[in-house]
């Protein structure tokens, strides 16, 4: 019985490190991105700007959602810039993510595509009208709780590959030093215009803007996966009369 027992003690411990070994080997490409912590710190830089329509970002002054994930689209850290996570809006928690998968998912080394870059080419009749429909968001793992958790180093998200499409302003490929892609960030939480903007400033703090000016879709390749405020090609509607000069007046990429 003593032996019995003793053994299956053994194969739960096998198991068990088994489990980390795989959550480990999961998480791995996190290593060359934001914690938590960074990723907060960063994300209120840069939405600390945005009071007004006529401030930095051309928002409402709204607290921010922001995700990070890897290349393979797992979920590395999540975070908000409020007293809590009720101070934002709580569907910005998971659309922050879908952005991130996006701009990772359609981003390649030679090729930075914003989440607003994508928003004319969707829209019926355009070129890749039905994308958003092609990588449906993993709802286990986008509403597992506990809810106290989100937002936190320990948010249900990380270690998950949450999958989702959005087209609007907001999501952005991280680069590195050798100009590789290395996964992506998502903000929501104002308007689509302010959400492109404050995580543009977020990228530039994080210092993963090495964005590759080979095929500089916004026709600047200071500025390769900019929003373009034109309804048409890789354009995305103007949020108010500000955001153009916004964006234009953004960081220059590395």
Known sequence: MKKTLLNLAIMGALVAASNVALADSANSNCKNLPNQSAL??????AQSDSST?????????????????????????VAF????????????????????NTANAFSLDGLALSTANLYSAVQPGGPLFGLQESNPVDTS????????NYGQANDPLVGSKIGGVNVFGGGLALYDENKKVI???????????????????????????????????????????NI??????????????SVASIAAALPVTR
């Open 53 to 77: 329509e006529h401030t930095l970002n051309g928002g409402f002054g709204l607290n921010m959602w922001a995700t990070v994930v890897d290349r393979d689209g797992i979920v590395c850290a």
């Open 141 to 148: 793992a986008a509403y597992k709780g506990p809810s106290k």
């Open 40 to 45: 907060r710190s960063a994300l209120q830089a």
């Open 228 to 241: 373009v405020y034109l309804v048409s090609g890789w354009g995305h509607p103007a949020c108010n009369v």
């Open 183 to 225: 996964g992506a960030i998502g903000v929501s939480g104002d308007s689509s215009c302010a959400d492109h903007n404050i995580a543009w400033r977020t990228r530039n703090t994080l210092l993963l803007d090495y964005v590759p000016s080979v095929v500089p879709v916004s026709g600047d390749a200071t500025h390769p996966d």
């Open 81 to 100: 810039t409020g007293a809590n996570r009720g101070s934002q809006w709580p569907g910005s928690r998971v659309i922050s993510a879908q952005k991130a």
